[in-house]
């Protein structure tokens, strides 16, 4: 069963459509839809990176030190604010004062996820953190760059040693051990951000649906009824896009915090 596509995907599908397929004939790979190779999850996430750019464009030239704007401060608020969980404020509690190297990628993957997470309250579009491949994705990149860090600071015996463990005898026990915690991650990282945006989305429909229902059905035989019910469909989604929202932030923020402790751990000199 072909999922619903949106304009925007539909859009990309017929722009780019012929190219996906010979690429993924190429590759073989057999496409789901072959009149639709591009899916809604992946449409959503150009759209996502599209706007992030743009948005980026629009408030590079406006970015004022003496009088910053309110976009800028809400934005500075995503780097350093004083609850420390900024973006940078991780990455110093983590990392150190040397963690600010590596803000860019962190940073990139943190309000990716963000933006991802929170363009499904425009109704037409679904969270593409809610499809398993795009989380998957966001932690195969956290992963490989963590541990790159770590050969490169330490080197590949210097890392190696920090899977051993601290006694030299047990390092054939701890070692297996530590290498299955350390890929385990890419499960943890994947599962807990697509398994709250998908059910943050589910819960969102299912209730919608449990309120219209009523409004629908008594609206048949009497219509002022109905449109007096029709009141609770159209309120109570307030509430729930909040609800999304915050599960959004709270995710995003989740999805920054492990990779500077991952990234802590990778670098720290500490065996």
């Given at each position: 069963?072909n999922e619903h596509l949106n304009w925007f995907t539909l859009l990309l599908n017929k722009l780019f459509?012929?190219?996906?397929?010979?690429?993924?004939?190429?590759?073989?790979?057999?496409?789901?839809?072959?009149?639709?190779?591009?899916?809604?999850?992946?449409?959503?996430?150009?759209?996502?990176?599209?706007?992030?750019?743009?948005?980026?464009?629009w408030l590079k030239p406006r970015i004022s030190a003496d009088r910053p704007g309110a976009t800028q401060?809400?934005?500075?608020?995503?780097?350093?604010?004083?609850?420390?969980v900024g973006i940078r404020d991780l990455l110093d509690e983590n990392v150190g004062q040397e963690g600010?190297?590596?803000?860019?990628?962190?940073?990139?993957?943190?309000?990716?996820?963000?933006?991802?997470?929170?363009?499904?309250?425009?109704?037409?579009?679904?969270?593409?953190?809610?499809?398993?491949?795009?989380?998957?994705?966001?932690?195969?990149?956290?992963?490989?760059?963590?541990?790159?860090?770590?050969?490169?600071?330490?080197?590949?015996?210097?890392?190696?040693?920090?899977?051993?463990?601290?006694?030299?005898?047990?390092?054939?026990?701890?070692?297996?051990?530590?290498?299955?915690?350390?890929?385990?991650?890419?499960?943890?990282?994947?599962?807990?951000?697509?398994?709250?945006?998908?059910?943050?989305?589910?819960?969102?429909?299912?209730?919608?649906?449990?309120?219209?229902?009523?409004?629908?059905?008594?609206?048949?035989?009497?219509?002022?009824?109905?449109?007096?019910?029709?009141?609770?469909?159209?309120?109570?989604?307030?509430?729930?896009?909040?609800?999304?929202?915050?599960?959004?932030?709270?995710?995003?923020?989740?999805?920054?915090?492990?990779?500077?402790?991952?990234?802590?751990?990778?670098?720290?000199?500490?065996?």
């Amino acid at each position: 069963m072909n999922e619903h596509l949106n304009w925007f995907t539909l859009l990309l599908n017929k722009l780019f459509g012929h190219a996906v397929l010979a690429v993924m004939a190429a590759v073989k790979i057999a496409p789901r839809d072959p009149a639709n190779p591009i899916p809604n999850f992946v449409a959503a996430s150009i759209l996502v990176c599209l706007l992030a750019v743009v948005f980026f464009l629009w408030l590079k030239p406006r970015i004022s030190a003496d009088r910053p704007g309110a976009t800028q401060q809400v934005m500075e608020l995503l780097l350093t604010n004083s609850m420390s969980v900024g973006i940078r404020d991780l990455l110093d509690e983590n990392v150190g004062q040397e963690g600010r190297e590596y803000l860019p990628m962190v940073g990139a993957i943190s309000i990716f996820i963000l933006f991802a997470n929170a363009i499904s309250l425009v109704p037409i579009f679904l969270s593409p953190t809610g499809h398993p491949s795009v989380p998957l994705a966001c932690a195969i990149l956290t992963f490989a760059y963590y541990n790159w860090l770590g050969l490169k600071h330490h080197g590949p015996i210097g890392y190696a040693k920090h899977f051993a463990g601290p006694v030299w005898w047990l390092s054939w026990l701890i070692f297996p051990v530590e290498i299955i915690s350390h890929t385990a991650r890419l499960l943890s990282l994947t599962v807990r951000l697509w398994a709250n945006i998908f059910a943050s989305e589910l819960i969102y429909v299912i209730f919608l649906g449990l309120f219209m229902t009523p409004a629908l059905v008594i609206g048949r035989t009497h219509p002022a009824l109905g449109l007096i019910l029709g009141i609770f469909p159209a309120v109570f989604p307030v509430a729930f896009m909040a609800l999304h929202l915050f599960v959004a932030v709270v995710q995003a923020f989740v999805f920054t915090i492990l990779p500077a402790l991952y990234i802590g751990m990778a670098t720290s000199d500490e065996h």
